[in-house]
């Protein structure tokens, strides 16, 4: 079975501090990708990043970072200098080759962060 | 190009009526999902498509949940009948099968009352 956990549940932080959302999964899966999605207040979902199985390589892009370690199973994501635009939900994802072929994205249950001025 | 289209993007809806949602997946993409969010369960995939075939609906909650893929560039799921506890927003996601990458839909806020 896969999982994703997401121990923090709720993070406040004050505007231009950094900020790291958790994310541990589970898969018997060799071959998966990670995933992490940002649910802003409107609702929709965006996709922030993928990241395979094979490429252990931390990754930037702006103020946002991404540090994957397959020894821990974690695949942690850090806002830099955080924004209030950044207040939003946070969920990390998962899917395998499993049985199906990567048909089954499982998701976390969602870091809400919350960025005050 | 358009993404996932979902209508209605909003539904208000009392207790016992049959609800209607719609997805219309991203053009050549051959696989379609369902999922719910809901503050108790958070993000679950309810049933997914490949080439129109349901293939797995263990997520569907019960009979009172039906979905369709008539044919690949549309889909729906209904409730019927409606309860309180389907509120929720359900999101249409779609992808080239057997790829990793999701796309979704801007999602429809169902409300029953």
């Known amino acids: 079975a896969q999982k994703v956990t997401q121990a923090q549940t709720e993070i406040s932080v004050v505007e231009k501090e950094d900020v790291t959302l958790d994310c541990v999964y589970e898969t018997r899966d060799t071959t998966y990708y990670l995933f992490w999605y940002k649910q802003p207040p409107s609702g929709e979902l965006v996709f922030l990043i993928r990241?395979?199985?094979?490429?252990?390589q931390n990754e930037i892009s702006g103020r946002y970072s991404w540090n994957f370690q397959k020894s821990t199973s974690s695949f942690n994501f850090t806002i830099t200098a955080s924004q209030v635009v950044d207040s939003a939900v946070y969920f990390c994802a998962l899917i395998g080759s499993g049985n199906t072929g990567f048909q089954k994205l499982v998701f976390g249950t969602g870091t809400r962060l919350l960025v005050s001025p | 190009d358009a993404g996932v289209i979902q209508s209605p993007r909003h539904e208000v809806t009392e207790m016992g009526q049959e609800v209607t949602l719609r997805c219309k997946p991203i053009?050549?993409?051959?696989?379609l999902f369902w999922y719910r969010q809901t503050m108790m369960r958070g993000l679950e995939l309810l049933i997914y498509?490949?080439?129109?075939?349901?293939?797995?609906d263990s997520g569907m909650p019960e009979d009172r949940f039906s979905a369709k893929m008539p044919n690949a560039s549309f889909s729906t799921l209904k409730i019927q009948p409606s309860e309180p506890r389907d509120s929720a927003v359900y999101f249409c996601?779609?992808?080239?099968?057997?790829?990793?990458?999701?796309?979704f839909g801007p999602g429809t806020r169902l409300t029953v009352l």
């Open positions: 053009s050549g993409h051959n696989s």
């Open positions: 996601a779609s992808s080239l099968i057997y790829s990793h990458e999701q796309f």
């Open positions: 990241r395979n199985s094979f490429d252990e």
């Open positions: 498509f490949n080439n129109n075939v349901p293939i797995d």
